[in-house]
């Protein structure tokens, strides 16, 4: 098992992923002769996981579940909340608009629960290296941890420090920044010093629209161009079924009353499906701030 490499069969110490329902989305760390208690019964490793095919329904004393491969974006939903987290919506726009790719070196601060940080490293596998700085020496051990376990070690190197002050611990190298700090414009100039010396991509992300203006004048100082500001706000439907009425004309102008007798009340339906806007919408998460380094 690993997040960037896909396995058939679950071993033992793997990380799975439990789906019991929708909203209901677990990570176990498999283990031989452990259990697991969850809402449907208890799962018992060595029978119910080690061995099984990932994608299996699995059935407990009270239900039953699926187990599943590890993604970064079942990780996201999943992970361990040390951190406010960034979800898929803004991810997927992160990654497009950074240009990664395979073999993209990555610099990144701060890690925090480490969300972000598995979907880049999925992007830059296998040749990539994510450069990732915690400034909280307790999250930063834990999710250098979480990447040794989930196997993409190899991939990453994590730093426990302060980049405003320390920057990002290397030169010259960074196809990408990405910045998620409260004062991003203190290490704007580490950023372009982590860029590689032509070109190069930088992402902001700050949920107060006064840390996107103090950043963007931070940029400009240091030369940066293309700068503009995104917010992405993800509006879903729900899919339901109704019943209209048919609507009742009356009777056919071109039939006389003696001819037609009077008909029963129409009370004809038809059913339908619509779509409608939940009751309670996710809104503003923040805004992503992107920069390109001149090339000159």
């Not at 018992?44 to 579940?65: A, M, N």
């Amino acid at each position: 098992m690993s997040f960037v490499e896909y396995s058939d069969f679950i071993q033992d110490g793997d990380v799975a992923i439990i789906y019991l329902s929708h909203n209901n989305v677990m990570p176990v760390k498999v283990q031989q002769g452990a259990q697991t208690q969850t809402r449907y019964g208890v799962i018992r490793h060595s029978t119910d996981l080690i061995g099984q095919r990932y994608g299996s329904k699995v059935t407990c004393s009270k239900g039953w579940f699926h187990v599943l491969h590890p993604t970064p974006e079942l990780w996201t939903v999943a992970l361990p909340h040390r951190t406010q987290i960034l979800y898929t919506t803004d991810i997927a726009f992160i990654t497009m608009m950074l240009e990664l790719k395979p073999g993209s070196i990555v610099c990144e601060s701060g890690t925090g629960s480490g969300s972000l940080s598995h979907a880049i490293l999925r992007t830059i596998a296998p040749t990539g290296h994510l450069h990732t700085v915690e400034f909280h020496q307790q999250r930063a051990e834990k999710v250098a941890e979480e990447f040794k376990e989930h196997r993409v070690d190899h991939l990453v190197t994590v730093r426990n420090q302060d980049v405003c002050k320390d920057g990002f611990g290397v030169t010259g190298v960074a196809d990408a920044v990405f910045l998620d700090i409260p004062s991003p414009w203190d290490a704007v100039g580490h950023a372009k010093v982590a860029m590689k010396k032509h070109g190069g991509r930088l992402c902001s992300f700050s949920p107060c629209i006064e840390q996107v203006q103090k950043t963007c004048e931070a940029l400009q100082d240091q030369g940066f161009e293309d700068i503009s500001t995104t917010e992405v706000l993800l509006r879903e439907y729900d899919v339901r079924t109704v019943s209209l009425p048919l609507p009742d004309f009356g009777p056919d102008p071109e039939t006389t009353e003696e001819a037609t007798p009077a008909a029963p009340p129409n009370h004809a339906s038809i059913s339908l499906k619509t779509t409608t806007l939940p009751r309670e919408m996710p809104g503003h998460t923040g805004y992503l701030t992107f920069a390109t380094k001149p090339r000159t």
